[in-house]
């Protein structure tokens, strides 16, 4: 099984970025999929994930309204498409797959069975 995230990089606040991960191994389509993101010195936090079905899904309130979780099942790829980033969205970005997944357990990294690399975003003020 492998997740290779990608799409990261060096912007501006008020840019846009869109990550992507590239699932191989798993029955993608069956797997709820999800974007965390770590700071230097903070732990890792929940961003967004959608289940398998790619509804429902769920933000964490500091993104919500400018970060969007999408998939196409046929490339097995989840996007994280990120607008009006801010410096405090600074962080590598990884994206994680959880089988079985209900809506309760998506937030939960525990609940994650794999994990991608991550993928470097900084945002400039």
């Known amino acids: 099984v492998q997740l290779q995230a990608s799409g990261g990089g060096l912007v501006q606040a008020g840019d846009s970025l869109r990550l992507s991960c590239v699932a191989s191994?798993?029955?993608?389509?069956?797997?709820?999929m999800g974007w965390f993101r770590q700071a230097p010195g903070k732990e890792r936090e929940f961003v967004a994930a959608?289940?398998?079905?790619?509804?429902?899904?769920t933000y964490a309130d500091s993104v919500k309204g400018r970060f969007s979780i999408s998939r196409d099942n046929a490339k097995n790829t989840v996007y994280l498409q990120m607008n009006s980033l801010k410096p405090e969205d600074t962080a590598i970005y990884y994206c994680?797959?959880?089988?079985?997944?209900?809506?309760?357990?998506?937030?939960?990294?525990?609940?994650?069975?794999?994990w991608g690399q991550g993928t470097l975003v900084t945002v400039s003020s």
């Open positions: 959608d289940r398998w079905s790619a509804s429902p899904t």
């Open positions: 191994g798993i029955t993608f389509r069956r797997y709820g």
């Open positions: 994680a797959a959880q089988t079985g997944a209900i809506l309760s357990s998506l937030r939960n990294p525990g609940a994650y069975d794999y």
